[in-house]
């Protein structure tokens, strides 16, 4: 079975500008998560949506949104970009079975901002 | 979800058993323990969960003490390839929501 898969895998932009990252969840899994991971900050939880719904949110200013379209596959937006939103961002999909919830991670975006 | 404390780094010659320590000592009755690494640039890697039984699988073993306010993860034969940041995390599993919560983690360098 097909991993996670991201693209772009790597992207440059430069402050002001929007960027939309992509993310195919494994084949039959339903929840999508969108995870920020910088040096100073570590790995911070952005959103999840599930079925197309936001189920949950992390601390992150408005600018970051994202979307999940009925085959489960989600986007995530920044506009109006930061230096500071220079990072790996990760998306992992999860599927529920007995009670037990994993997620798995894809191999990440690595968007620079200049 | 309760807190984990992991030792920042720890070092472990390649063939021998590499064994990863994780305090959890706020840790609720339903919350399962879970071990993530992360290979340099790479995503986390899922390796292991468990509730209060130890477990184990074809990447490690995950020793639970009976109180369950510690838990180990062992890899039984390190090799290079496991030179990598290795998480550890509390949390409950919910239809609310599947937030990971990553703590600093342990660097492990596995020495040829």
């Known amino acids: 079975k097909a991993g996670v898969t991201q693209t772009p895998r790597y992207l440059i932009k430069t402050r002001g500008q929007q960027v939309t990252l992509s993310c195919s969840p494994i084949?039959?899994?339903?929840?999508v998560s969108w995870y920020q991971q910088t040096p100073g900050q570590g790995l911070q939880f952005l959103f999840e949506?599930?079925?197309?719904?936001?189920?949950n949110k992390g601390n992150f200013p408005g600018r970051f949104s994202g979307r999940q379209f009925s085959n489960s596959r989600s986007e995530m937006n920044v506009s109006t970009l930061e230096l500071g939103d220079s990072a790996l961002y990760l998306c992992?999909?999860?599927?529920?079975?007995?009670?037990?919830?994993?997620?798995?991670f894809g191999p990440g975006t690595r968007l620079l901002v200049l | 979800d309760a807190k984990t404390t992991q030792p920042t780094s720890m070092d472990c010659a390649e063939g021998r058993a590499a064994n990863l320590p994780c305090n959890h000592s706020?840790?609720?009755?339903?919350?399962?323990v879970y071990w993530y690494r992360q290979i340099h640039s790479q995503g986390p890697q899922y390796i292991i969960h468990g509730l209060k039984n130890n477990e184990t699988n074809e990447m490690a073993s995950l020793i639970i003490t009976e109180d369950r306010k510690s838990s180990t993860l062992i890899l039984p034969h390190a090799t290079l390839r496991d030179t990598a940041v290795y998480y550890c995390?509390?949390?409950?599993?919910?239809?609310?929501?599947?937030?990971?919560?990553f703590g600093g983690g342990t660097r492990l360098m596995v020495k040829p």
């Open positions: 949506y599930f079925s197309e719904t936001q189920r």
């Open positions: 995390i509390v949390r409950v599993p919910s239809n609310a929501g599947n937030m990971l919560t």
């Open positions: 992992a999909s999860s599927i529920k079975r007995g009670g037990r919830e994993t997620q798995y």
């Open positions: 084949s039959g899994h339903r929840s």
């Open positions: 706020t840790i609720s009755g339903n919350e399962y």
